[in-house]
């Protein structure tokens, strides 16, 4: 595949890449509670140079901890599409992988693959820190061997994302007082 | 010889600044019993950060983050570093302050012109903060070089061949280090880049390589602080010693840090403008009346 060509540059930046993943978490699902126990002193995630990040442009993870309803999923796309390339997200517990307890509400949507490309995701409800741990571990082998290109997806396919995106939301755009 | 030494003074500054910004992390984190990330973190981070594809905000934007680099570049080529000096003669105190102001005009100006709510609110407080600390810091410092009767940094250094301005004026030395915690924006003054309140603050706009060179302005701005505070409290030193003392002034306001919470950004000023400044006062009245150990 085209998209798995990398020069010696962009192989040498993938290691540091993997090595200072910072994170933007979108905690509206109820798996952001797993998030503390793996950030603070009992699993330390520090300790593989991630960490949390407040904004968008400065974050590598777009990490997406459960349901997302219609109203939410308008601003993750706007926050997906503001990171920087390469960027990379996770789809934490069961509602992002097929909608969960959630699979038949009118409000949430069920797979979170069709609206943004999900490089890895974590089944369970929820998944334990130790699964956390275990999903970025693989997700930096992943870049490291160059596998972790959702990003370049999403560029290849837009027409097919923004169609999905569509369908499900009418419109992608937000009115609200922070987004006119 | 004058280009070998601004390059020696650079990469001490990039080398030791890096890997010191590391081992506060390392600190900190077993401070809260954790294993925390290795001593080189901030190396990646860095380099991963310029390697990344971000967007400009346009024109003001960039050419503020250049001149924040640029200006905080041009003061570290300035300051002292234990006995290397890169322009002998040239390393006033007064040079020294005023062109720091340079990258902290640059930064506001660039993170501004980002138009981001969150980073103009950054700004305010950070420049609302630099009133805060400036004068006592000034006041004290304005004592030393009465006492020296010099604004020359390696001057005010080697005038302190019996003992060190700290035990010579310990009130203005425990003012300087409270407003040397300010400006390294540490807790519990780092109400401007405050991640929790408001994004980090001025940083909230930046992506990628503007990141990694706001990481290193960040850094040599620590330098050209922390430097200060050592030539002029610290005693007569050379490289290495400059360096041992550099680190243990580092390493001290980091453990103050790990252990604080933050400070609102009137607090800060309310703080600085009672206690620091009084006792800046207090300290010159000692300078004018001759009590000086
Ligand atoms: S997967 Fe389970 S824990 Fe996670 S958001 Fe859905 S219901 Fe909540």
């Known amino acids: ?180 | 010889m004058t280009v070998l030494r601004v390059i020696a003074v650079l990469l001490t500054g990039f080398f030791v600044g890096l890997t010191l910004e590391g081992i506060a992390r390392k600190i900190m984190a077993r401070v809260q019993r954790r294993y925390g990330p290795p001593w080189y973190q901030n190396f990646i981070d860095v380099f991963k950060a310029l390697s990344k594809r971000g967007i400009s905000h346009g024109w003001i934007f960039d050419f503020g983050i250049l001149m924040a680099l640029g200006g905080v570049i041009a003061t570290l080529a300035f300051v002292p570093l234990g006995d290397l000096v890169a322009f002998p003669g040239l390393d006033n105190i007064f040079i020294i302050v005023y062109l720091f102001a340079v990258g902290a005009l640059g930064m506001a100006m660039g993170m501004v012109g980002s138009g981001n709510p969150n980073a103009s609110i950054g700004v305010a407080r950070a420049l609302t903060q630099m009133l805060g600390y400036e004068v006592p810091y000034l006041v004290a410092i304005a004592g030393v070089l009465y006492y020296y009767k010099t604004s020359s940094v390696s001057g005010l250094m080697m005038a302190q061949q019996d003992t060190w301005t700290l035990f010579k004026m310990p009130i203005g030395g425990i003012v300087a280090f409270i407003s040397l915690l300010g400006m390294l924006g540490k807790k519990p003054f780092d109400t401007p880049i405050a991640p929790a309140e408001i994004a980090s603050g001025p940083m909230v706009e930046l992506s990628a390589k503007y990141m990694g060179l706001l990481m290193l302005m960040h850094t040599f701005s620590i330098f050209v602080e922390i430097s200060l505070f050592v030539d002029i409290f610290l005693g007569i030193s050379n490289y290495l010693t400059f360096l041992l003392k550099f680190t243990v002034v580092w390493i001290i306001a980091t453990l103050i840090s790990a252990v604080l919470p933050r400070f609102r950004i009137e607090q800060v000023v309310k703080f600085y403008w009672k206690v620091p400044l009084s006792l800046a006062f207090v300290q010159v009245l000692f300078v004018l009346l001759g009590w000086v150990f």
């Open chain 1, 1 to 180: 595949m085209s998209t798995n060509e990398r020069s010696i540059w962009e192989k040498i930046a993938d290691q540091l890449r993997s090595k200072s993943l910072w994170m933007l978490h979108y905690c509206t699902g109820c798996g952001a509670i797993e998030l503390p126990p793996s950030m603070t002193s009992r699993f330390d995630m520090e300790r593989f140079g991630m960490g949390p990040m407040a904004t968008p442009r400065q974050a590598d993870i777009l990490f997406i901890t459960g349901y997302l309803s219609a109203k939410t999923l308008r601003r993750v796309i706007y926050t997906y599409e503001q990171m920087p390339e390469p960027k990379y997200v996770i789809g934490f517990g069961s509602c992002t992988l097929n909608g969960g307890i959630y699979y038949d509400s009118y409000a949430t949507i069920n797979r979170l693959d069709y609206y943004i490309p999900v490089d890895l995701y974590i089944a369970g409800c929820m998944p334990r820190p130790e699964a956390l741990l275990e999903a970025f571990n693989e997700l930096m082998r992943m870049i490291r061997k160059g596998e972790a290109n959702g990003w370049k997806r999403y560029k290849e396919n837009y027409e097919w994302y923004k169609q999905n995106q569509l369908r499900s939301l009418g419109e992608v755009f937000i009115h609200d007082e922070f987004h006119e």
